[in-house]
């Protein structure tokens, strides 16, 4: 069974920074791309930034020039780095993996795999 553990959530004043990671491990064959999504209370859970194997990125219009993903592919490692954080970031924070398993039987399957979020709270 694949699990995704995320850690670095807590409580930072505004104008702060948080390093947010989540590590992918068990019976993983490849990972594709793996992101990270959001959910603030009473709003829609909505994607942060998103990195492919390759190292392609793409980020939400609300954290581009603050927020910056990168991977370690080698240890099948997700970081987000968040920089001049605002009240209105406070949120869960999920991580999110697409990737394939190494089957009991049969073929490897494809598949979407989330953590269990982390709290991101940014007040004063």
């Known amino acids: 069974q694949v699990q995704l553990v995320e850690s670095g959530g807590g409580l930072v004043q505004p104008g702060g920074s948080l390093r947010l990671s989540c590590a992918a491990s068990?019976?993983?064959?490849?990972?594709?791309?793996m992101g990270w999504y959001r959910q603030a209370p009473g709003k829609q859970r909505e994607l942060v930034a998103h990195?492919?194997?390759?190292?392609?990125?793409n980020y939400a219009d609300s954290v581009k020039g603050r927020f910056t993903i990168s991977r370690d592919n080698a240890k099948n490692t997700v970081y987000l780095q968040m920089n001049s954080l605002k009240p209105e970031d406070t949120a869960v924070y999920y991580c999110?993996?697409?990737?394939?398993?190494?089957?009991?039987?049969?073929?490897?399957?494809?598949?979407?795999?989330w953590g269990q979020g982390t709290q991101v709270t940014v007040s004063s």
């Open positions: 068990g019976s993983i064959r490849s990972i594709y791309a």
């Open positions: 990195i492919t194997s390759g190292g392609s990125s």
């Open positions: 999110n993996a697409d990737l394939t398993v190494y089957p009991i039987s049969g073929f490897s399957r494809r598949g979407d795999y």
